[in-house]
């Protein structure tokens, strides 16, 4: 019997969180269906190859491309043009461009199913009005003929019913998934300095430059922090911590396997100015490590403040320095939250991910009558 086709597309495949969810997805996807993964011409090559090794065809969309307007009307026909050849069951898009694009060509196409997920917002504070009211009148319109919008937390699901985009029945909610064998609870290690640890895009929605700021408040005490993550505001970056004489950060850089990073801090720090549901900071709840966090959309869905970690104001660098100090003086409180991190953890398995997506197909092929395999 042929296989039911399934299209998962994305903007970039930069080794992202949204990126490593929908490799994620589309690998499990791949023992049910005949999947294959599209994205745009800005792709981390590493991760290209990980993804050649599943069981999954990789189709580049040599015009999509991230913030470059002018490229769209050229990479929606691309993706038009792609759709109409391949006469795909479902497709299932993921961020803003490959959303937008790629839900108007699938309806065009005629394409039967419709997916989107939600992985984070595409309008935010930081962005100016008329681009946040751009983002929200096509996610509204687009909204209309997806058939389901998948949110990876119930806080972003609340935020896209509170802009008038879709009906809540069009919702459901998925969270992330890990490996939980790759990150496994380890004991905190004998460092002998408190070192708090980064991982992640160098880029603005990452708040870095606040971590740097609250780096300096923090130079007198007897703490460590590494950011591990490469970006365009790298070399920002690094001139501001040479400008401001900082001693008590080490770059690292992009790292292949983050897994010896996350275990060789005490604890972990994601200071996003905005954000769906990072990963890393799953990651460092399964390793066993208390998060510091920026209070905004999914995050507060993953931490339990004061509990399995804390939260900070966004942008915010004189709170976010008193929580890491606050975390530095305490070594049971590091203890406690990375314990009751690591218990809370066990139920973001990527199983559970790959099997709530499924679900959303099964029930949408059965409501459209497609004979399911």
């Not at 039967?112 to 504070?125: A, D, K, L, Q």
């Not at 004489?245 to 720090?269: F, Q, T, Y």
Request: hydrophobic share 40%.
């Amino acid at each position: 019997m042929k296989k039911t086709k399934v299209l998962h597309i994305i903007t970039r495949f930069i080794r992202g969180g949204a990126d490593e969810n929908t490799l994620i997805t589309a690998a499990g996807n791949a023992k049910k269906y005949d999947v294959t993964l599209a994205f745009g011409s800005e792709y981390n090559s590493d991760f290209l190859d990980e993804a050649k090794n599943e069981k999954i065809k990789i189709k580049i969309l040599r015009n999509l491309r991230h913030n470059k307007f002018l490229s769209y009307p050229f990479a929606f026909f691309e993706i038009l043009s792609f759709l109409k050849k391949e006469k795909f069951d479902i497709v299932h898009t993921h961020t803003s461009e490959a959303g937008f694009l790629g839900r108007i060509a699938a309806k065009i196409a005629g394409v039967p199913i419709i997916v989107h997920t939600v992985h984070g917002t595409s309008f935010t504070e930081h962005r100016s009005f008329i681009m946040n009211k751009i983002a929200v009148c096509f996610e509204r319109f687009c909204a209309g003929f997806t058939d389901k919008i998948i949110s990876n937390s119930e806080a972003l699901t609340e935020e896209y019913l509170s802009r008038k985009i879709g009906k809540s029945e069009k919702y459901a909610t998925v969270a992330s998934g890990i490996n939980l064998k790759r990150f496994s609870p380890k004991p905190l290690p004998k460092n002998k300095i408190v070192t708090f640890a980064f991982a992640g895009r160098l880029a603005e929605q990452k708040g870095v430059m606040n971590l740097v700021l609250a780096a300096k408040k923090l130079e007198k005490e007897k703490l460590k922090i590494i950011i591990a993550g490469g970006g365009e505001l790298r070399e920002k970056i690094e001139h501001k911590i040479k400008e401001l004489g900082i001693k008590n950060i080490s770059m690292l850089g992009e790292v292949k396997n983050i897994v010896p990073v996350i275990e060789s801090a005490d604890a972990v720090v994601v200071p996003s100015l905005w954000e769906g549901t990072p990963r890393i900071i799953y990651e460092a709840m399964a390793v066993g490590r208390a998060v510091i966090a920026s209070d905004v959309h999914g995050v507060k869905n993953q931490v339990i403040d004061k509990k399995t970690g804390l939260l900070v104001s966004p942008g915010d660098a004189d709170e976010l320095s008193e929580k890491m100090l606050l975390l530095a003086k305490n070594p049971e409180m590091r203890k406690s939250m990375g314990l009751a991190a690591a218990e809370a953890s066990k139920k973001f398995g990527h199983e559970n991910l790959v099997n709530g997506v499924e679900d959303v197909y099964f029930q949408l092929l059965k409501q459209k009558r497609i004979k399911i395999n």
